[in-house]
């Protein structure tokens, strides 16, 4: 499982014209789920995402979490994250899991960040979206969660 993890100042997704997600302070979360993972990724890559400390604090210092700062994610499904480039000229995405086996993974993660105390909402899984991210810094990390051996 991959994340592409920004943390933003305002972020929105679109479907098809409509305004389907909205967030103000947090992160938007890009997640690719490969064909391996399962539920102990996504709730081992939920609880890093709810636990990093990416905001400032009163010194300036990126010592305060997302729930610290009482922030939102907007989660978004995106396969293209497990795209395999090393050879040839059109990306292969064998090592992506099926739409039918991401849902659930995908759901499983935004329910998880909720639980974890972090205002979740997800694009339309599946859906061309159009998202408009705010990256306050920018500030950008790549998350990788391996499956459990």
Same mark, same amino acid.
Do not use: W
């Given at each position: 499982?991959?994340? +592409?993890?920004?943390? =933003?100042?305002?972020?929105?997704?679109?479907?098809? *014209?409509?305004? =389907?997600?909205?967030?103000?302070?947090?992160?938007?979360?890009?997640?690719? +789920?490969?064909?391996?993972?399962?539920?102990?990724?996504? #709730?081992?890559?939920?609880?890093?995402?709810?636990?990093?400390?990416?905001? !400032?604090?009163?010194?300036?210092?990126?010592?305060?979490? /997302?729930?610290?700062?009482?922030?939102?994610?907007?989660?978004?499904?995106?396969?293209?994250?497990?795209?395999?480039?090393?050879? *040839?000229?059109?990306? !292969?995405? =064998?090592?992506?899991? !099926?739409?039918?086996?991401?849902?659930?993974?995908?759901?499983?993660?935004?329910?998880?960040?909720?639980?974890?105390?972090?205002?979740?909402? !997800?694009? =339309?899984?599946?859906?061309?979206?159009?998202?408009? +991210?705010?990256?306050?810094?920018?500030?950008?990390? /790549?998350? #990788?969660?391996?499956?459990?051996?």
């Amino acid at each position: 499982m991959r994340a +592409i993890l920004q943390r =933003v100042s305002r972020a929105k997704v679109t479907v098809a *014209g409509q305004v =389907v997600a909205e967030i103000g302070s947090g992160y938007v979360i890009l997640l690719g +789920i490969g064909q391996t993972d399962a539920m102990e990724e996504a #709730d081992k890559l939920a609880e890093k995402c709810a636990e990093l400390r990416l905001f !400032s604090d009163d010194q300036g210092k990126t010592n305060l979490s /997302i729930r610290d700062v009482r922030g939102e994610a907007l989660v978004i499904s995106q396969f293209t994250l497990l795209a395999d480039t090393r050879r *040839g000229r059109r990306p !292969s995405f =064998v090592e992506a899991a !099926s739409p039918a086996a991401a849902r659930p993974l995908f759901e499983h993660f935004a329910k998880r960040m909720n639980e974890l105390g972090v205002p979740a909402r !997800s694009g =339309v899984f599946g859906a061309h979206m159009l998202v408009d +991210i705010q990256n306050d810094g920018p500030f950008t990390l /790549i998350l #990788d969660q391996l499956p459990a051996e």
